[in-house]
Structure formats: structure tokens, C-alpha cells
């Protein structure tokens, strides 16, 4: 359980491609560097560091929260008192926009380079796969959706940005990023080398091997939309 601490501490998961690098960057920032990045290897992805709960006091009150690739399970155990917060973004263009990064990075963990590369495997194979089509459902699973203190919305970034601020506090973007904020935007897909684009067919296609993430985006949006009421 968490501990006490005079500030709000936050929990973050990163789910691929749904503007997470940017929600990093921009919390990183605001926070002046004290937000501990935890990119998980796959095999703990789900399971509480130990020596993140052997240090969970220290940093509790030195950061202001942690940020990276992992499933909520990772950190709920040890900080349950935290805010929970992720990004969410409509599956089937989550799925292209992941589909186009393995076909163009060849780095030590791409998994599925070499068969999209080679035209083995199609985007909706690569919609099938555990892990790509329910992605979103996968990395949130274990807190239920309502607990969350905070599911912005990749397509409405900006306004996912105020509401943050109302929820983790003391962001102040517009010292660091402008009025109106001019967010960074990292992993862009029109920086690739080569960018698919898909018929309406194949995206419903994609669709149906997403009906996990469909509803988990369905219900997102929804809870968004009542908050943004809340706080206009």
C-alpha cells in the first residue's frame, strides 16, 4: 500500500502506440525529472519488482510517479493508494499504427519484423495475435475500469491534458509547452520509413479480431466524456 506523502502520486501504464511517449515526455518535464520510468521486460510485465517494493517508500515521496510498459498488476500491489492513469486509443488504429512500427523498426525487440516485413504476416493476422488485439484490455486488466483515476483519449489529447491536470495536479504545461501547448509528438508515423494505409475492408476485419478493446474503448470514451462534463 502506498504510503503516506505531501503530493499525488501516479501510476501511469504505457500501452503501445496510444501517445504514451508523449504522455512521457510531458510528465517527465512538468515534473522536472522526478517520474521513475519502469519499461518492464515481458517475462515481469505483470509481476511487482522487488526491489521497487523493497524501495516503494523512498520512491512514493521522491518522485512524483511512474511511467512504462507494464500491466497495472506490476504496481497495484505496492502502490495501491496511487492514481491510476492510461492512454487509450481507438484499437484499430492503435493496431495499424503498432503493424507499421514492427514493419519499420528492426531493434533488438521486434518480434515481428521479419514475418510483416517479408509478407508473411498481414495486418489482420497480426490483429490476432495475443497480446495485439486485446492490448489495450491486457495492460489495464486488473483495476477496473471505473478505478481508474484517469483514461485520456489519444484523439483528444489536448483536452485529456486538462483533465489530467485535474486529476494528478500541479502540471502547469503551459510554462513548459506554450499556450495553446504545443505537445511533442514522439514515434509520429509520418516519421517512418514506410507508412501502410488500409481499405475500409481490412479495418473491419482488424475490428472483429478487437472486440475486447473495442468495448474497453467504448466504455474509455464514455467515462472521458463524463469527466470532461465534470470539469468544464
Known sequence: MLPPQDHAFFVSVHIPKTAGTTVATVLDRV????VLFDYAPSESYNTPDPLIRQNANFIASFFRGIHG??????????????????????????????????YNDNGPGSYWHRPIRSGEMSVVDFA???????????????????????LMITENIHAS??????VVGAMN??????????????NEGTAREHQFEFPEAVKVEIYKRAQQDV????RAVEMFSAKA????
Open 31 to 34: 515534473y522536472q525529472r522526478k
Open 69 to 102: 510498459h507494464f500491466g497495472v498488476t506490476r504496481h497495484l500491489p505496492v502502490f495501491g493508494g496511487a492514481k491510476y492513469i492510461s492512454c487509450v486509443r481507438h484499437p484499430v488504429d492503435r493496431i495499424i499504427s503498432q503493424y507499421n512500427h514492427e
Open 128 to 150: 490476432g495475435l495475443a497480446g495485439i488485439g486485446n492490448a489495450m484490455t491486457l495492460h489495464l486488466a486488473g483495476l477496473d475500469l471505473v478505478d481508474y483515476d484517469l
Open 161 to 166: 491534458f486538462t483533465l489530467l491536470n485535474y
Open 173 to 186: 504545461i503551459e510554462r513548459y509547452f506554450g499556450i495553446p501547448p504545443n505537445l511533442p509528438r514522439s
Open 215 to 218: 468495448e474497453l474503448y467504448r
Open 229 to 232: 462534463r465534470i470539469y468544464a
